[in-house]
């Protein structure tokens, strides 16, 4: 084709493009910034002298400019280029897969070499692996149950010996033909052969039967350990006579604290209720959370109010008592709860999985009157947790006396009065 046929066939494409269609025209082709920006004036309708004054070149430069760039989009169309020094045209795309099958022979030829390397590599680790594996197994066929190496058996045992060995005990074995060893009389591989044991065991068997004698050799000693941390008799009766005649209504953390603070008795909770427990003693907040033992006293809301009761009542309080009260008040709580929750099963069908859900819904209609109680409660029962604090275990002792008691008897009452009414769910009820 000539010249003016490439600029006519690129001229003719052009005016075919939608504006869309131009501009992705313009951004795939293969040209520079500059040229691709002198394209898209050309297409604007810009007339030479204003491409000219727009590019800062002259006039006829203009004119060189489009077929050069013309030429560049007509052989990127046809995949042809000319090559340097040469004036023949050639076909990029058969140049283009040439140089591609070229590249993946080469590809494969590499890959096929580091497979072959591989496969080599995999092969001689197995064998290794194998081989290893081989002699751990050969090894441990030449190992007695003791780890040690076993006797070689090179030299072949008298029929005495062998009558021995399916006769005797091991015991009877060593009493009779270690002594025999000691006197010459067999051989260490011998003797090995009779029990099985390395040569070194030989020697030194042979060394303690004449520092020691048979009475040492043969008889294993067997002393009782006894620990150095052991707790003696005396503080263990001590601890089981304070807990079962003062202390039971306290838990094992709790009674560990006093024991710590108030006899200088400094044991971990653990030793504590490990004595106990072996007297057949235990602490009633052990079952704080319901559903266990029928026998304990925090399974029934009645017996932790009567310990409320007598508590409340007392006049004189040590700061251990203190915090007994304050344990027994958040027991009572949690078994009001319980109680509560079985009521609302039996009579209402209802089963509530909070304590702020079951007091509200029996509060709301009417069931019981501790509105302002039960508010109270929420606000300030977590103060619970910092009555290590004088003034605060003050406050929270006097909460207790006048705002938390009388709600848990106003509880109490509800409770006896449903119960009147379901006789046949007595035994379940609490």
Known sequence: MEKSEEMEYITQKLRLFSKSEFNNYVDEAPLTNKEKDFLVDISRGYTYEELARINHVKTATVSYIKRKIFKKLYNWENRQIVLPFQNERIDASEVINQKIEEAFKSKEEELKQKEAILNKYIEKETKKKIDEKLQKIKKSQNLNTRGT?????????????????????????????????????????????????????????????????????????????????????????????????????????????????????????????????????????????????KESLGIDYYAVMEIFHSSVNKMDYSEIEEYGLVQICDLAFIKAYSSLNSISKKKFKLKFRTSYSLFEYFIDNGYLNIRDFWSYWNNNHDKFSYIYNKPTRYKVIQDIKYIYFPMFRIIEEYIREMKKSLVEYTKELI
């Open 149 to 293: 190496k076993k006797a070689e058996p090179e030299i072949v045992l008298d029929k005495t010996i062998q009558d021995d060995i399916k006769e005797m005990s091991v015991v009877e074995l060593k009493k009779k033909y270690i002594p025999m060893y000691a006197r010459h009389e067999i051989s260490a591989k011998e003797l090995c052969n009779i029990f099985g044991h390395s040569i070194q065991w030989a020697t030194r068997i042979k060394r303690r039967y004449l520092e020691e004698g048979e009475k040492c050799t043969f008889e294993r000693k067997r002393t009782k350990s006894v620990s150095p941390n052991k707790t003696s008799d005396e503080i263990a009766n001590k601890i089981i006579n304070l807990y079962s005649t003062n202390y039971r209504q306290f838990s094992i953390a709790e009674f560990t604290k006093i024991l710590k603070v108030k006899f200088n008795i400094n044991l971990c909770e653990a030793t504590v209720s490990r004595i106990l427990r072996e007297k057949g003693l235990k602490s009633p907040t052990a079952d704080k959370y319901l559903g266990q033992s």
